[in-house]
Every structure is written in C-alpha cells, then in structure tokens.
C-alpha cells in the first residue's frame, strides 16, 4: 500500500466550504482509503491505498466531497518520498518549523517572476 498526503485548498476557511473532519474522514472510507489520519481542520490528511495515480485520486477525492458537501475543492496529493524530498531541499536549514511557509503548487508555474518574489520577500540573514 502506498502512503499519501492529501492538501485540501480553501475548505474551513472564512464559515465557507465547511467540511468537518469526521465527515471527511467517511468520505475518504466510503472510497475504501485506509489508516485515514487529519490535521485539525485544515483538511490535511495521510492515508493509505494501493491505488497508484496521485491524479485520478484528486478527482475522485474532489468529486466524492462536492457530492456529499455541494463544493468542489481543491486537492493536491503527493507521496511520502515527494514530502521527504521537500523537507531535504529546505533552502533555509536553521528556520524553526513555525517559522517557515512551503507552498505546493497543483502544477508548475507557467512563468514564475523570481525578481519579483525575491524582491517581497525580506529574510533575516540568521537563517541563511
């Protein structure tokens, strides 16, 4: 069985999308995914399945809760490895784990502006 991560965007957020954890947590077992673990109401969740296309189980995910819940969210889903490779590639080693922001993107950016971003972004040089 593979081990997934499950991001779901913009749900408990601002009394919209609500989508309590218990409910998803059915949700998830009614597609037969296994070992089902949340994150307080974030809509992060770990779970197991032996199905392999990270792809095809966003949509499915997204299209059971739309069903049960009249919202289609955004799901991005990853495997451990990918989570493993993000925590290694940390470019900032010494930034405590409340300090410090990863952003996972459902694709690629099209055109990314590094200028612009390096420019908004203001870093203490303690964490270099």
């Known amino acids: 069985m593979n081990t997934w991560i499950a991001l779901f965007r913009g749900i408990n957020v601002g009394g919209r999308n609500i989508l309590p954890m218990a409910e998803l947590v059915r949700d998830l077992q009614s597609l037969n995914l296994k070992d089902i ?13 032996s ?15 739309e069903a049960g819940h009249g919202f289609l969210p955004r799901v991005v889903i990853f ?37 612009a971003m390096k420019k908004s972004v203001r870093l203490r040089s303690d964490f270099i």
């Not at 199905?51 to 809760?65: G, Q, S």
């Not at 590639?89 to 996972?104: E, I, Q, S, Y």
């Open 79 to 115: 495997d451990r490895k990918h989570l493993q490779h993000v925590i290694e590639a940390n470019p900032f080693p010494k930034v405590g784990p409340k300090t410090l922001v990863v952003f996972f993107l459902a694709s690629p950016a099209a055109a990314p502006d590094i200028a």
């Open 51 to 65: 199905r392999k296309n990270p792809a095809a189980l966003e949509k499915t995910i997204a299209n059971v809760v």
């Open 37 to 49: 673990r949340t994150y307080i109401q974030s809509g992060n969740v770990v779970f197991r399945t």
